[in-house]
């Protein structure tokens, strides 16, 4: 079993910038991609960015590129995405995922999923 566990999530103008961490435990294993999603209110929940086991490879939505930036530390089981130039459109939930297969946007693909945590962007 994996549990995964997001933080960093808060309240920010817009403009400004927000750091959130996911730290991974249990059978977690490094190879794994991890991912970013999110979920604003009566909205369904859309692809953020991606990264490969490694970390060679990445993946962001349009609507982030240029303003987040997703990394991970393989040694503390963690990935972060650091989210830059925020609008209040990225106000949502952000999740953490964990894919044992492939790296994708496809949500459906992700086998274990975080709580989330909460990021509102005040205009």
């Known amino acids: 079993q994996v549990q995964l566990i997001e933080s960093g999530g808060g309240l920010v103008q817009a403009g400004g910038s927000l750091r959130l961490s996911c730290a991974a435990s249990g059978r977690a294993s490094t190879i794994y991609t991890m991912g970013w999603f999110r979920q604003a209110p009566e909205k369904e929940r859309e692809f953020v960015a991606a990264?490969?086991?490694?970390?060679?490879?990445?993946l962001y939505a349009d609507s982030v590129k240029g303003r987040f930036t997703i990394s991970r530390d393989n040694a503390k089981k963690s990935v972060y995405l650091q989210m830059n130039s925020l609008e209040p459109e990225d106000t949502a939930v952000y999740y953490c995922?964990?894919?044992?297969?492939?790296?994708?946007?496809?949500?459906?693909?992700?086998?274990?999923w975080g709580q989330g945590t909460q990021v509102i962007v005040s205009s």
């Open positions: 995922a964990l894919d044992k297969q492939t790296l994708t946007r496809s949500s459906s693909q992700y086998d274990y």
């Open positions: 990264i490969s086991g490694t970390g060679g490879r990445t």
